[in-house]
């Protein structure tokens, strides 16, 4: 079998075990969270008859091993059981949720990752020039900055100041394609100041460290232009590494959201498993959880892939460290 | 719009029995006047037809629902009265106005209480509504198969039956003068008979759900067939949720929403000094104490909970923490606006001499005492910060514990010695009592057992004679504002923003935006 070839069935298989694991870690989890959900839906009203009640309708007179098998075959059938605070089916709830975080974080990718990489080649094109290290300050320091703050910030000035966008990511009724990107410009760009930051510091930090090896002397020595010396020679081997930090963020794009989807009172999936976890409707918290890690398995999967494609030492089976694999 | 007006509007008259009985019972009822301090006054221009209207409240829950049985949050109270009616309506005064009934009468005990239902009311999608609906709706709350969240309210309803075709007879266990404020409770929102799926809710109120999105937000359309003739005003309602309070007075000022719930600090500032938009205040017995649970070392000791409750500078609190939205408490859950109130009771005062005095009496002495606060129980960790700088004074070393908002009530409340609690206005003072300080009631998380309290509470609710009521209510906060079980150093106004635009609020004192019935009352100014 070809190594890569086999390189990814094993990644895959590792990929389904993590996943597996994950899954009891989840269950386990929910069960010693403290609090119950029929307690909490109850709430001020609540008596023991009543929670008993709820107890029996949701079936958690029953034992949890039990109940995490089925819960796991369910599962492996595209099953995710019902909401127990909404009585309507988990993938029903989560299937608008997960449309609004892809369309947030395909929209953030979209404009952030190349601009996130164009920024950090031109830093690294002129590292140690007066824009590397005027551009390296304005980076390091949007990284740094808690989205919650450069969202707010943008609001006041956007919305409550100059009145040009809607405060608030309202993508829930209606209003055609010009009213929903109107709402989404603020979420986005300020998931994109974020994530572009961090990107483009380690593309050039990446880059940066490429050019000191020796392959690029050599190239120097032969007098490739700088240019082409880091667009061609530099990238490739720079493909592994920036793959990891743009999954990465994509990952957390997905899953990591929820202060900004509070900002922007933006529906969407982190701010339903936050939701989810504070109702106790552990279906649902379940759910995403699961979704959030085979989002991280997928990507991370995808980045490595990307870089074995790109880097020759790995494709012929061989670790970076030199050992063969 | 004010009660006399909401009354012609509905065309009914109160028999006077009935409306001397809803002016001298219970309720949560405010002095004349104090309701609308700091509010916008209700235009008296004429109501104008149309538009959309947008609301953006502070709680959000993937539980949202529109069954009856099922309602815990503001979201649920909101949504029901756009889409149910109830038998009776609760007005600013905090008193029961007719609704789907158009009079009520108890008889001589109030042990029996005869509902004339109005005639021709019809659902939105054209059914006529049955008496057998109303039995239903009241009713379904009793079955024990049906987890509801009215259980504790239904438990003196023995039965309720329809007698003839447009009069409800319910008979109760016990004496209840005030039954028609409590059958105006949200969960008592009427809905067809042998109605168990509430996806798409069908009800004779002014509004028909367009759209329904659990945890995200739910439209409402105009009921045109509704019957206050001219009413519902807007065309359409969204709903939708806003966490963060910073996020929720942005998206008034900026024009995304016209009405927000719970304005909290500088906020309320900002939105004081804009041109466009203004605060809507709801004075209303909310409040967070501290409470001692009675039942266990230390804090079964009476003097130890005496001196807190002289450690905390109220107005203090009420200026700078609150911005001056509330009302003093004297560490008992009665209003001082209220008719109830105990006015004999000296109003307690940060006083370090009474409090070393419990202090030292306490013997409790170099020990640190925990304080258990949380988010879940709105202002507490300021509260505990004002007892825990004053108790250093006297030499009472407190540690306050800051625990998470999720959990808090099933884990911590009433579960540690001091714990800090908070509950939302009822109806009316007895349900409160009953659910809060009643031997062995769930939410007595002071666990006090005291059955000469518990006599007063029930005499409260049955005895008919108003200046006797007077005299119970009074004993019964001179027995907790004794017992050194609860701090209760104020009560907390609802603050709301709205557009200066909406019209046709009233503040109920059981909720934000009109006791979260405002469907059919608002209008847009255009």
């Known amino acids: 079998m070809h190594p890569s070839l086999r390189f ?53 007179d029953r034992p949890a091993p039990l109940r995490y098998l089925e819960w796991l075959i369910g599962i492996l059938h595209g099953d995710w059981g019902m909401s127990m605070g909404t009585k309507v089916p988990v993938a029903q709830l989560l299937g608008e949720r997960l449309a609004n975080t892809a369309m ?33 300050v304005v980076v390091l320091a949007l990284s740094a900055t808690p989205e919650f703050l450069i969202g707010t910030l943008a609001v006041m000035l956007f919305s409550v100041h100059l009145n040009w966008l809607p405060a608030v990511a309202q993508v829930t009724f209606g209003g055609g394609w010009a009213a929903l990107a109107r709402s989404l410009l603020l979420p986005v760009i300020t998931l994109s100041i974020v994530v572009a930051a961090q990107i483009a510091r380690m593309t050039r930090a990446t880059i940066v460290n490429l050019l000191d090896l020796p392959f690029i002397e050599m190239a120097t020595l032969k007098g490739v232009p700088r240019r082409r010396i880091i667009l061609v020679h530099a990238l490739i081997n720079a493909v592994g590494p920036i793959a990891n930090v743009v999954a990465l963020n994509i990952a957390y794009l997905v899953s990591g959201i929820v202060v900004v989807e509070t900002i922007f009172a933006f529906p969407g999936v982190a701010r339903l498993m936050v939701d989810a976890v504070q109702a106790r409707d552990l279906p649902v918290v379940q759910a995403c959880a699961m979704l959030f890690c085979f989002a991280y398995v997928v990507l991370i999967l995808a980045a490595d892939l990307l870089a074995v494609l790109f880097n020759p030492r790995l494709r012929r089976g061989i670790h970076p460290d030199g050992s063969a694999g | ?92 005064k905090g008193q029961a106005d007719p609704e789907l009934a158009e009079s009520f009468e108890p008889n001589d005990t109030a042990t029996r209480w005869v509902f004339k239902i109005r005639k021709g009311i019809t659902y ?121 309070p910073v996020a929720r007075a942005n998206a008034l000022l900026s024009g995304d929403a016209q009405m927000v719930t719970d304005l909290r600090g500088t906020a309320i500032d900002q939105v004081k000094s804009s041109e466009a938009f203004a605060v809507f205040t709801t004075p209303c017995p909310r409040y967070t104490s501290i409470q001692a649970a009675t039942d266990r070392p230390p804090s079964n000791n009476r ?40 006015k004999a009771l000296p109003q307690r005062e940060l006083d370090l001499d009474k409090a070393k005095y419990h202090f030292v009496k ?35 070393n407190i540690e306050l514990k800051r625990d998470p908002a999720d959990s808090y009530w099933n884990v911590v409340a009433g579960k540690r010695p001091f714990t800090a609690i908070n509950f939302n206005p009822r109806p009316t003072y007895n349900m409160l009592l009953n659910l809060a300080y009643r031997s062995g009631a769930v939410w007595n998380f002071s666990h006090i057992n005291d059955p000469a309290l518990d006599k007063m509470i029930d005499d409260a609710r049955s005895t008919p004679d108003a200046a006797k009521r007077l005299e119970i209510y009074g004993a019964i906060q001179k027995t907790i504002y004794d017992s050194g079980s609860i701090v209760l150093p104020c009560f907390l106004n609802y603050v709301d923003g709205i557009s200066k635009k909406v019209k046709g609020l009233v503040p109920v004192p059981v909720g934000n935006l009109s006791g979260f019935n405002f469907a059919d009352r608002v209008w847009l100014e255009s």
């Open chain 2, 124 to 244: 939105s999608d054209g059914a006529p509504l049955a008496m057998d609906d109303i039995v239903y709706s009241i009713m379904r709350h009793k079955d024990a198969k049906l987890a509801s969240s009215a259980k504790p309210l239904v438990a003196n309803i023995k039965d309720v039956k329809a007698d003839g075709p447009d009069t409800i007879v319910i008979d109760l266990e016990a004496p209840d003068v005030d039954l028609p404020i409590m059958i105006g409770t949200f969960q008592f929102g009427i809905i067809k008979n042998g109605t168990t799926d509430f996806s798409h809710p069908v009800g004779t109120g002014p509004f028909k759900v367009k759209e329904f999105k659990p945890g995200v937000g739910t439209s409402f359309t105009r009921n045109p067939n509704y019957w206050k003739s001219g009413k519902p005003y807007v065309d359409e309602i969204e709903l939708f949720y806003i966490l963060d």
């Open chain 2, 362 to 396: 306490s013997g409790f002495g170099t020990a640190k005492l925990e304080i258990d606060v949380s988010d879940a129980a709105p202002f507490s960790a300021d509260i505990g910060q004002l007892i825990q700088r004053e108790a250093s004074r006297i030499g009472l």
């Open chain 2, 1 to 92: 719009m004010t009660k006399d007006e909401a009354r012609n509007g509905n065309g009914t008259v109160l028999t006077r029995r009935a409306f001397n009985q809803a002016a001298l019972v219970g309720g949560i009822g405010i002095a004349s006047g104090a309701a609308l301090l700091g509010a916008p006054q209700p235009a008296r221009a004429a109501p104008t037809r149309g538009g959309l209207l947008r609301v953006a409240t502070h709680t959000q829950s993937t539980n949202d629902t529109f069954d009856t049985a099922k309602y815990i949050y503001t979201n649920d109270y909101i949504r029901g009265t756009s889409v149910y009616n109830t038998l009776t309506i609760l007005n600013e």
């Open chain 1, 104 to 136: 947030l974080a395909g929209a953030t990718t979209i404009v952030a990752i190349p601009l996130a990489l164009a920024l950090g080649l031109l830093m690294a094109l002129r590292a140690g020039s007066r824009f590397d290290r005027a551009a390296s």
């Open chain 1, 8 to 60: 990814a069935l094993r990644r895959f298989a590792v990929g389904a075990l993590i996943l597996l694991a994950v899954s009891l870690l989840v269950f386990v989890g929910c069960e010693i969270l403290p609090g119950d959900v029929a307690q909490v839906a109850l709430g001020q009203f609540a008596t023991p008859e009543s929670i008993r009640a709820l107890h029996q309708q949701f079936g958690l």
């Open chain 2, 303 to 342: 003097d130890l909970g005496l001196a807190l409750t002289y450690l905390i500078d109220r107005k203090r609190l009420l200026d700078t923490v609150l911005k001056g939205q509330g009302v003093i408490g004297n560490d008992h859950p009665i209003m001082s606006t209220s008719p109830l109130y105990n």
